[in-house]
């Protein structure tokens, strides 16, 4: 039984993890419809912001601000002045362009931070919850990483379903024409998109560096799990990006708990196969396809 329970609770707190990650994917879909697979790199180095400045004497919160401040503007200048040169041309070219990125990110960040492991503080304990003699593996700050993904993901909700940007952001990535026929600033649109996204990313990879080791590529196994939970919920849904990082999470946990952590990446191309094959929007699918 306690197998079982801190089994269930690591995998909570794994799949609120791939949640975060997920649902900067999402808003980078809804947004512009594009799958950004440069997120990874860019939340790596804002995270690197975000150490340079707790290693320099700043208080753990200046520098998670100044991690998502920094997250807000990188994306907006790649979209401005990266992304926007394949706008309105095959969405492969976008594709292929984030690659690129991630590659040349990658290699900028081993420049400028250098490729050595560096520890990353956490605000609050790393320690499991003691219950009278056992502890659980609940953790204070995998607390705060739930409440922080809860939290983002009300606010995207509000955002594309109450607000009147929300539907012009949504419009933008649907018909450019369209919405310029009907006065939508597309450009602008387009951008915040970005800079949005890129802001949840800034916050995903804070919270999977918090307690741990960075390198320019500790978030690249992210990358794979964050969208495998991203097409589970369904690209459309930030609810859906969070139940699919917990169903994720959840079951990778067991696979490793009880079947061998060697399995866990096959598990998760199961998942993910098994997802396309039976349901390809994801389980949150807002939009059926249409057999003519």
């Avoid at 794979?224 to 169903?247: I, Q, R």
């Avoid at 696979?255 to 998760?268: I, M, N």
Wanted: hydrophobic content about 60%; charged content about 10%.
């Amino acid at each position: 039984m306690q197998q079982l329970l801190t089994t269930v609770l690591t995998g909570v707190t794994l799949g609120v993890v791939y949640a975060a990650f997920a649902l900067a994917l999402v808003l980078i879909w809804r947004a512009t419809r594009i799958v950004n697979f440069a997120q990874a790199p860019m939340a790596m180095i804002t995270t690197y912001i975000a150490l340079v400045l707790i290693d320099a004497g700043y208080s753990y919160w200046l520098g998670f601000a100044a991690a998502l401040l920094s997250g807000l503007v990188l994306g907006a200048v790649v979209e401005r002045f990266v992304v926007r040169f394949v706008s309105g041309k095959s969405e492969i070219n976008a594709v292929i362009l984030t690659l690129g990125l991630f590659i040349v990110l990658h290699a900028l960040a081993a420049i400028v931070f250098g490729s050595r492991y560096r520890s990353f503080p956490a605000p609050f304990g790393l320690r499991g919850f003691q219950i009278g003699d056992t502890t659980i593996a609940l953790t204070g700050f995998g607390v705060f990483t739930v409440v922080a993904v809860a939290v983002v993901m009300v606010g995207l909700v509000l955002l594309f379903r109450g607000t009147d940007l929300g539907l012009r952001m949504r419009a933008s990535a649907f018909n450019q024409e369209v919405s310029r026929l009907l006065g939508v600033k597309v450009g602008r649109m387009l951008t915040l998109g970005w800079a949005l996204a890129a802001l949840v990313g800034s916050l995903s990879g804070l919270l999977i560096a918090g307690g741990g080791l960075v390198h320019p590529s500790y978030m690249d196994g992210v990358v794979v799990y964050g969208f495998v939970a991203a097409v589970l919920g369904g690209l459309d849904s930030p609810v859906g990006a969070v139940v699919g990082g917990l169903l994720l999470g959840l079951s990778l946990s067991l696979v490793s708990g009880y079947v061998g952590s060697e399995l866990v990446p096959l598990a998760a191309l199961v998942i993910l196969m098994a997802v396309l094959l039976l349901k390809p929007g994801g389980l949150f699918a807002s939009v059926r396809e249409r057999r003519v």
